[in-house]
């Protein structure tokens, strides 16, 4: 009898593996993409070695002064002098600390909605919630238990940045699920009342808003009754943003199957209770992705406080770019200001793609 | 016991869920009315107890500035009204152009990302993640006074041929100006476009029913050459160039595209395009691979099986958040206030606003310019998103 | 039934929240005794009028002006607060109230006088706008700038007069607004613009502010007239006449030769019946200001006479270096000029 022995395979073309085969299958597949790889190439050649120079290799670390930016790059001096009033704004350097602080109560109060054994963290997210913002604004702007107060005219950088980001999310939430709830009312009232609104704000710019809430918004109220600037601000920014909540949120809305209604509505929950118990907690974890994306958007869009004389982040970096002392270090300061924004923001944005895979319950139909 | 036949009488009470439907709605509509009633009453207090003019009657007035671009002619003594229509259609402009070159750039690196040549993909990939995670107001300001202001000036700018020159004033280009060719050489192009259409429809008929195929593209592109050409050798040319001439402080004469409108256009397209990128990506991945295999199994190759089996389907899925896009392109067109461009936010809002004082009629203005712009858009795709979605069988 | 509810009850709120809305104008006066300080707007960074030093306090002629309220108001010149306010946002703010005295370098004109419901309660400083050029350009006047791109701070009388300018002379010109003079400044360094227009008195503060002033000339024409000086709410007769005549103090101070330094002195043992009346040695001029007896004093004690608050912010010793010029008082050759205390 005869066995057959198979011959053992041949190994794969030379042209196939390894590094070479990788980049005929990837690199240069055609004549097409042989060019094309040419082209990104040339273009990678054209560009990168320039910004290296600049950036890193050219560039000047250390000094104090202007003066000591001799190399022809880039002069981190200035970021390193001024990074004070790029974090704080004019908030006084020795109160600082509390500013610090606030963000290190945020960062060890939030931990723990992270760890995944964590005993009733609905409860404590909600305790969180609502002792948090009391703690942090009695931190930020003083005046209680002895603190000195610093007026809000002097919270500007990044701090502020982030105040107004955080806050208009936390505002806007709420008033953002409302709205998605009554525009899914059956009562018409209301729902042309909460569709008026949401596509109101969705159809007009942030910077109209914010001009109105700083120019108009002093007129519609009674006389002598006068709000804070920063409190202006954030009023007209959660009511554009609960705008895009709403419509983020009645998207979830819309994907929970009516199935779910109906169990609701036959266990004999009322209106309330059924979204508060059933829909709500289904809808809103499918939408926290959603709401983060609103909320990179939201942190991009506190730039334009600028316009209102504010100074956030940017406005800070245009302002110490303006000083004398550091004329043309205007380049500088926007790289600088664009890192942070993108740091903040590529890191929302992949924790939101996280979120999207971790949370897909397979409801999408 | 015998079956009621009416329903039986209800008295009114708080149980009811239709009394208590309707309680609700009227609380509701009695606060939003007395909310409303409540701001226009203390406008209404505050503007007569400080004397503040109120109404319309600015538009009339002559606006006494001079404004650094516009499209209609314009003196310092046309009225507030033209002023804002400058601003308007300089927001048009601006819209405009970034929506067409946004959505080519967009495309292409969408259609980039999924390309098999790895460096290709990789590129489009870092482009995305760079452009859409920093603010547009910041990428403006940087265009503006990091780019364009550091150009050298008029009199050293960078001259492409005597016929373009980029400086820090722009980019100044020859005029168009008419001659004598130019109305038959539109009308020959209007003809030239209706014997298009007509070969088109002519050569569809013909495919449908013998099956033999026609060069469509390459005949109209002849027709598209070929008459107007004819047009100019009768006619002679439809319009003579006049180049850009260093006089003075600047160039005299030809057209310019200032550094605010070219920093803002660039600027939006190339914010915008990385979000068109990721939508395009998203909706050629949304169709299945099995449409490409059955393509080419029909023997397709590459470039028409994107073009007549991948595009139409992923059109349907990319239509709706492109709109969007549209709408947060024109939105942010509003932020050339950083840099003085002269669009409605900056000129009416701002500079019409602080001359005349009254910032209510203003604002409202404005916003609503900004809602029918909104509003208009998204009619225009809800009419173009159906007609795709009715060529679903 | 229920329409005729509806409609009730919409009324009865309607009228209900519309009767709280026509709330008591309470006079500034009262408003800023309660809050205990005074609500300023300045400028957002104006060398010399309003500005914040190394230590974010602001100062400036403007500033001290609005310190000069607050010392006759209470006797303390450090009860002040300042809002710092661009261009577009400065009338609204007073409007509304949320400063009680627009101290901003703002020009005097008919029209905020009265459509915008304010009114200005003096003049701080005689300017008139001028130009700003480089040097390498060779112009000499503001007639050679036929075709130049013109840099102009949006919002302000100055894109006015500019155009009225160019107009009269047959010129053309090209404007580029910007929000801030820190952005014109720029663009006028970078050269998107041949020339920087604006109030004489900001274009040497905007000077010194280039990284090389020396490259730069201020065009002898002056093309306008541009009073500048403090505004108040309309409709306030009390509020207006005490920073009116804060400003009045300071320089019928300056005339007297009432200083910081010899007020107190004068105010004692002084023998001239006109220092008496000021300083409230003599007569009750004070109280009828509803004001406190030696609210002059406290004036001029605490933040100067009109000509020590100029040289101190504006003159020879400041890196401006202003000429008194039109700004000298009455008997110097200049326009400041005060109404009598009797």
Same mark, same amino acid.
């Given at each position: 009898?005869?066995?057959?022995?198979?011959?053992?395979?041949?190994?794969?073309?030379?042209?196939?593996?390894?590094?070479?085969?990788?980049?005929?299958?990837?690199?240069?597949?055609?004549?097409?993409?042989?060019?094309?790889?040419?082209?990104?190439?040339?273009?990678?050649?054209?560009?990168?070695?320039?910004?290296?120079?600049?950036?890193?290799?050219?560039?000047?670390?250390?000094?104090?002064?202007?003066?000591?930016?001799?190399?022809?790059?880039?002069?981190?001096?200035?970021?390193?002098?001024?990074?004070?009033?790029?974090?704080?704004?004019?908030?006084?350097?020795?109160?600082?600390?509390?500013?610090?602080?606030?963000?290190?109560?945020?960062?060890?109060?939030?931990?723990?909605?992270?760890?995944?054994?964590?005993?009733?963290?609905?409860?404590?997210?909600?305790?969180?919630?609502?002792?948090?913002?009391? %703690?942090?604004?009695? #931190?930020?702007?003083?005046? *209680?238990?002895?603190?000195?107060? /610093?007026?809000?005219?002097?919270? =500007? !950088? @990044?701090?502020?940045?982030?105040?107004?980001?955080?806050?208009?999310?936390?505002?806007?939430?709420?008033?953002?699920?409302?709205?998605?709830?009554?525009?899914?009312?059956?009562?018409?009232?209301?729902?042309?009342?909460?569709?008026?609104?949401?596509?109101?704000?969705?159809?007009?710019?942030?910077?109209?808003?914010?001009?109105?809430?700083?120019?108009?918004?002093?007129?519609?109220?009674?006389?002598?009754?006068?709000?804070?600037? %920063?409190?202006?601000? #954030?009023?007209?920014?959660? *009511?554009?943003?609960?705008?895009? /909540?709403?419509?983020?949120?009645? =998207? !979830? @809305?819309?994907?929970?199957?009516?199935?779910?209604?109906?169990?609701?509505?036959?266990?004999?929950?009322?209106?309330?209770?059924?979204?508060?118990?059933?829909?709500?907690?289904?809808?809103?974890?499918?939408?926290?992705?959603?709401?983060?994306?609103?909320?990179?958007?939201?942190?991009?869009?506190?730039?334009?406080?600028?316009?209102?004389?504010?100074?956030?982040?940017?406005?800070?970096?245009?302002?110490?770019?303006?000083?004398?002392?550091?004329?043309?270090?205007?380049?500088?300061?926007?790289?600088?200001?664009?890192? /942070?924004?993108?740091?903040?923001?590529? !890191?929302?944005?992949?924790?939101?793609?996280?979120?999207?895979?971790?949370?897909?319950?397979?409801?999408?139909? | 016991?015998?079956?009621?036949?009416?329903?039986?009488?209800?008295?009114?009470?708080?149980?009811?869920?239709?009394?208590?439907?309707?309680?609700?709605?009227?609380?509701?509509?009695?606060?939003?009315?007395?909310?409303?009633?409540?701001?226009?009453?203390?406008?209404?207090?505050?503007?007569?107890?400080?004397?503040?003019?109120?109404?319309?009657?600015?538009?009339?007035?002559?606006?006494?500035?001079?404004?650094?671009?516009?499209?209609?002619?314009?003196?310092?003594?046309?009225?507030?009204?033209?002023?804002?229509?400058?601003?308007?259609?300089?927001?048009?402009?601006?819209?405009?152009?970034?929506?067409?070159?946004?959505?080519?750039?967009?495309?292409?690196?969408?259609?980039?990302?999924?390309?098999?040549?790895?460096?290709?993909?990789?590129?489009?990939?870092?482009?995305?993640?760079?452009?859409?995670?920093?603010?547009?107001?910041?990428?403006?300001?940087?265009?503006?006074?990091?780019?364009?202001?550091?150009?050298?000036?008029?009199?050293?700018?960078?001259?492409?041929?005597?016929?373009?020159?980029?400086?820090?004033?722009?980019?100044?280009?020859?005029?168009?100006?008419?001659?004598?060719?130019?109305?038959?050489?539109?009308?020959?192009?209007?003809?030239?476009?209706?014997?298009?259409?007509?070969?088109?429809?002519?050569?569809?008929?013909?495919?449908?029913?013998?099956?033999?195929?026609?060069?469509?593209?390459?005949?109209?592109?002849?027709?598209?050459?070929?008459?107007?050409?004819?047009?100019?050798?009768?006619?002679?040319?439809?319009?003579?160039?006049?180049?850009?001439?260093?006089?003075?402080?600047?160039?005299?004469?030809?057209?310019?595209?200032?550094?605010?409108?070219?920093?803002?256009?660039?600027?939006?397209?190339?914010?915008?395009?990385?979000?068109?990128?990721?939508?395009?990506?998203?909706?050629?991945?949304?169709?299945?691979?099995?449409?490409?295999?059955?393509?080419?199994?029909?023997?397709?190759?590459?470039?028409?099986?994107?073009?007549?089996?991948?595009?139409?389907?992923?059109?349907?899925?990319?239509?709706?958040?492109?709109?969007?896009?549209?709408?947060?392109?024109?939105?942010?067109?509003?932020?050339?206030?950083?840099?003085?461009?002269?669009?409605?936010?900056?000129?009416?809002?701002?500079?019409?606003?602080?001359?005349?004082?009254?910032?209510?009629?203003?604002?409202?203005?404005?916003?609503?310019?900004?809602?029918?712009?909104?509003?208009?858009?998204?009619?225009?795709?809800?009419?173009?998103?159906?007609?795709?979605?009715?060529?679903?069988? | 039934?229920?329409?005729?509810?509806?409609?009730?009850?919409?009324?009865?709120?309607?009228?209900?929240?519309?009767?709280?809305?026509?709330?008591?104008?309470?006079?500034?006066?009262?408003?800023?005794?309660?809050?205990?300080?005074?609500?300023?707007?300045?400028?957002?960074?104006?060398?010399?009028?309003?500005?914040?030093?190394?230590?974010?306090?602001?100062?400036?002629?403007?500033?001290?002006?609005?310190?000069?309220?607050?010392?006759?108001?209470?006797?303390?010149?450090?009860?002040?607060?300042?809002?710092?306010?661009?261009?577009?946002?400065?009338?609204?703010?007073?409007?509304?109230?949320?400063?009680?005295?627009?101290?901003?370098?703002?020009?005097?004109?008919?029209?905020?006088?009265?459509?915008?419901?304010?009114?200005?309660?003096?003049?701080?400083?005689?300017?008139?706008?001028?130009?700003?050029?480089?040097?390498?350009?060779?112009?000499?006047?503001?007639?050679?700038?036929?075709?130049?791109?013109?840099?102009?701070?949006?919002?302000?009388?100055?894109?006015?007069?500019?155009?009225?300018?160019?107009?009269?002379?047959?010129?053309?010109?090209?404007?580029?607004?910007?929000?801030?003079?820190?952005?014109?400044?720029?663009?006028?360094?970078?050269?998107?613009?041949?020339?920087?227009?604006?109030?004489?008195?900001?274009?040497?503060?905007?000077?010194?502010?280039?990284?090389?002033?020396?490259?730069?000339?201020?065009?002898?024409?002056?093309?306008?007239?541009?009073?500048?000086?403090?505004?108040?709410?309309?409709?306030?007769?009390?509020?207006?006449?005490?920073?009116?005549?804060?400003?009045?103090?300071?320089?019928?101070?300056?005339?007297?030769?009432?200083?910081?330094?010899?007020?107190?002195?004068?105010?004692?043992?002084?023998?001239?019946?006109?220092?008496?009346?000021?300083?409230?040695?003599?007569?009750?001029?004070?109280?009828?200001?509803?004001?406190?007896?030696?609210?002059?004093?406290?004036?001029?004690?605490?933040?100067?006479?009109?000509?020590?608050?100029?040289?101190?912010?504006?003159?020879?010793?400041?890196?401006?270096?202003?000429?008194?010029?039109?700004?000298?008082?009455?008997?110097?050759?200049?326009?400041?000029?005060?109404?009598?205390?009797?």
């Amino acid at each position: 009898m005869t066995t057959h022995i198979f011959k053992p395979d041949m190994p794969a073309p030379k042209t196939s593996v390894g590094a070479l085969g990788w980049m005929r299958a990837h690199l240069f597949s055609s004549w097409l993409n042989t060019l094309l790889t040419l082209f990104a190439v040339y273009l990678i050649f054209l560009v990168v070695p320039p910004l290296l120079h600049w950036a890193i290799l050219d560039a000047n670390w250390v000094g104090t002064t202007r003066a000591d930016c001799t190399k022809e790059g880039a002069c981190w001096v200035f970021i390193q002098q001024r990074f004070g009033q790029f974090m704080y704004g004019y908030y006084p350097p020795v109160l600082r600390w509390r500013v610090d602080l606030t963000v290190w109560l945020a960062v060890i109060g939030v931990a723990p909605l992270f760890i995944k054994r964590f005993p009733r963290k609905a409860i404590y997210g909600l305790c969180f919630l609502v002792i948090y913002p009391i %703690l942090a604004y009695t #931190l930020l702007h003083g005046g *209680m238990l002895g603190l000195d107060v /610093v007026p809000t005219s002097q919270w =500007g !950088g @990044l701090m502020l940045t982030l105040v107004i980001a955080t806050v208009g999310i936390a505002g806007a939430l709420p008033l953002g699920i409302l709205l998605a709830l009554g525009r899914r009312s059956k009562m018409p009232a209301i729902r042309v009342v909460c569709v008026t609104f949401i596509e109101f704000w969705r159809g007009v710019p942030l910077i109209t808003v914010l001009f109105m809430s700083s120019v108009m918004l002093p007129l519609f109220l009674p006389e002598g009754m006068s709000f804070d600037k %920063l409190l202006r601000a #954030l009023i007209g920014v959660i *009511m554009f943003q609960s705008a895009y /909540v709403a419509e983020v949120v009645r =998207g !979830g @809305l819309q994907a929970i199957p009516k199935g779910q209604y109906e169990a609701a509505a036959a266990m004999g929950l009322g209106y309330w209770r059924s979204m508060g118990l059933v829909i709500l907690p289904q809808a809103l974890k499918l939408v926290i992705p959603g709401i983060v994306n609103t909320f990179i958007a939201l942190f991009k869009d506190t730039s334009l406080v600028i316009i209102i004389g504010l100074f956030d982040l940017l406005n800070s970096v245009k302002q110490a770019a303006a000083d004398p002392a550091w004329l043309g270090m205007a380049t500088e300061g926007y790289v600088f200001a664009a890192l /942070v924004f993108w740091i903040f923001c590529f !890191g929302m944005s992949r924790y939101s793609m996280h979120l999207e895979r971790k949370l897909d319950t397979g409801h999408k139909r | 016991m015998q079956n009621q036949i009416g329903a039986p009488k209800q008295r009114l009470s708080l149980g009811d869920p239709r009394v208590r439907a309707w309680l609700f709605q009227i609380i509701t509509i009695v606060a939003v009315v007395s909310l409303g009633w409540y701001l226009f009453n203390n406008t209404q207090t505050n503007l007569q107890h400080r004397g503040i003019t109120s109404g319309f009657g600015f538009l009339e007035r002559s606006a006494g500035f001079g404004i650094a671009q516009h499209l209609i002619s314009y003196t310092e003594s046309d009225s507030y009204a033209r002023v804002f229509v400058i601003g308007l259609l300089n927001t048009l402009l601006v819209t405009f152009i970034g929506v067409i070159l946004a959505t080519i750039l967009g495309f292409i690196v969408g259609v980039a990302r999924l390309s098999s040549n790895w460096i290709i993909s990789k590129l489009a990939t870092v482009y995305v993640e760079v452009f859409r995670n920093i603010p547009p107001l910041l990428q403006i300001l940087f265009w503006y006074f990091a780019v364009f202001l550091t150009m050298p000036g008029p009199r050293n700018s960078h001259n492409f041929g005597d016929t373009f020159f980029v400086s820090n004033r722009g980019l100044n280009m020859p005029a168009a100006l008419v001659a004598d060719g130019f109305w038959p050489f539109l009308a020959s192009i209007v003809v030239a476009i209706v014997a298009i259409v007509l070969l088109n429809r002519w050569a569809t008929k013909r495919f449908e029913e013998t099956g033999v195929p026609f060069h469509k593209f390459w005949a109209s592109l002849a027709l598209f050459i070929l008459i107007p050409a004819l047009c100019c050798l009768m006619f002679g040319v439809p319009v003579h160039w006049e180049a850009p001439k260093l006089q003075g402080f600047n160039f005299i004469g030809g057209w310019v595209l200032i550094p605010e409108l070219l920093a803002l256009t660039l600027a939006l397209t190339v914010y915008t395009a990385a979000f068109i990128a990721e939508i395009v990506r998203s909706g050629i991945k949304s169709v299945s691979h099995g449409q490409t295999e059955a393509a080419h199994s029909l023997g397709l190759r590459n470039g028409p099986t994107l073009r007549k089996v991948i595009i139409p389907q992923a059109l349907r899925v990319i239509i709706p958040p492109l709109t969007s896009q549209y709408l947060n392109l024109a939105k942010n067109s509003s932020l050339a206030a950083g840099i003085g461009y002269p669009e409605m936010v900056s000129l009416f809002a701002g500079t019409v606003l602080n001359q005349t004082g009254q910032a209510i009629e203003v604002i409202a203005i404005t916003m609503s310019v900004y809602l029918a712009i909104s509003i208009s858009i998204s009619l225009l795709m809800n009419w173009y998103n159906k007609r795709i979605a009715l060529i679903e069988r | 039934m229920k329409m005729l509810k509806t409609t009730l009850a919409v009324v009865t709120a309607a009228a209900v929240l519309g009767v709280s809305g026509f709330a008591q104008a309470g006079a500034t006066l009262d408003a800023v005794t309660k809050k205990g300080f005074v609500q300023c707007g300045v400028s957002d960074g104006l060398p010399g009028f309003s500005v914040p030093d190394s230590t974010g306090k602001i100062v400036g002629i403007d500033a001290d002006v609005c310190r000069a309220v607050a010392a006759a108001v209470f006797g303390d010149a450090t009860k002040v607060k300042f809002s710092q306010l661009n261009a577009k946002e400065r009338f609204t703010a007073l409007q509304s109230g949320e400063v009680d005295v627009l101290s901003r370098n703002t020009t005097w004109t008919s029209s905020r006088d009265s459509g915008m419901g304010l009114v200005f309660a003096g003049v701080t400083y005689y300017d008139g706008i001028g130009f700003l050029v480089n040097n390498k350009l060779g112009v000499k006047s503001a007639k050679e700038l036929d075709g130049a791109t013109i840099c102009i701070q949006a919002g302000t009388t100055t894109e006015l007069n500019v155009s009225d300018y160019f107009r009269g002379n047959g010129l053309k010109y090209t404007p580029i607004t910007f929000d801030t003079s820190d952005e014109s400044a720029k663009s006028l360094e970078s050269g998107r613009c041949d020339v920087l227009t604006s109030d004489k008195s900001q274009l040497y503060a905007q000077r010194s502010k280039l990284a090389s002033p020396n490259d730069y000339v201020v065009l002898p024409e002056t093309i306008s007239k541009e009073p500048l000086g403090p505004v108040v709410r309309k409709g306030d007769e009390e509020w207006f006449t005490i920073v009116k005549w804060t400003l009045f103090a300071m320089l019928n101070a300056e005339e007297m030769g009432v200083t910081s330094k010899n007020v107190e002195e004068q105010a004692k043992s002084t023998k001239n019946p006109d220092v008496a009346r000021l300083l409230g040695t003599d007569g009750e001029y004070g109280k009828d200001l509803k004001l406190r007896k030696d609210w002059a004093v406290q004036i001029v004690k605490q933040v100067g006479n009109y000509g020590e608050i100029f040289e101190k912010n504006l003159g020879k010793s400041t890196p401006l270096a202003i000429d008194r010029g039109q700004n000298a008082l009455w008997n110097n050759g200049g326009l400041q000029y005060a109404p009598p205390v009797r």
